[in-house]
């Protein structure tokens, strides 16, 4: 089982203004690769409320994943990508990477995503868009991994080479 946290950035959606259905295919799609979401909240596009969270779940929590949606784009309230860079100790560069490539072959627009992932002691942490559809595609491009990725973050798993 994967530990799962699933924080969702939305001034709107914290205010009840909108239905969070970016967090909702998030949880859909982790119970593909044995996710149990076990944390799941909506907060506002706040840089100290989403540093504050972010720590909590990794160093308290003690999550195996925490994937975050939305304020990854380019309006002054996008901040995720900021918090999370503070939050973590090591990025993962070819997360957001794969991502981003795998986007553009649908649109040119994914060159405008700002997401990042990267670690803090045993979680692994992944911005991504806040629209359902993005969500889905990326999350299709980088779930086959992250059991792999968790194993080798957390020292359960031994070689990363192919056999």
């Known amino acids: 089982m994967i530990k799962v946290g699933v924080l969702t950035l939305s001034d709107k959606g914290s205010r009840g203004e909108r239905e969070d259905k970016s967090g909702q295919v998030i949880k859909e799609m982790v119970r593909e690769i044995d996710g149990v979401v076990v944390k799941y909240e909506v907060i506002p596009d706040e840089y100290e409320l989403i540093v504050k969270t972010l720590i909590s779940w990794c160093d308290e929590e003690k999550l195996d994943l925490i994937l975050t949606t939305g304020g990854t784009g380019l309006s002054p309230r996008d901040v995720t990508p ?82």
């Open 82 to 163: 900021e918090a999370t860079k503070d939050v973590i100790t090591r990025e993962v560069p070819g997360i957001p990477e794969a991502m981003r490539m795998a986007s553009l072959a649908k649109t040119n627009r994914a060159m405008l995503s700002r997401a990042v992932a990267g670690t803090r002691g045993g979680t692994l942490i992944i911005n991504l868009p806040g629209s359902p559809k993005g969500v889905r595609e990326n999350l299709e491009v980088v779930l086959p991994v992250i059991p792999h990725a968790l194993e080798i973050l957390q020292a359960r798993g031994g070689e990363c080479g192919q056999p």
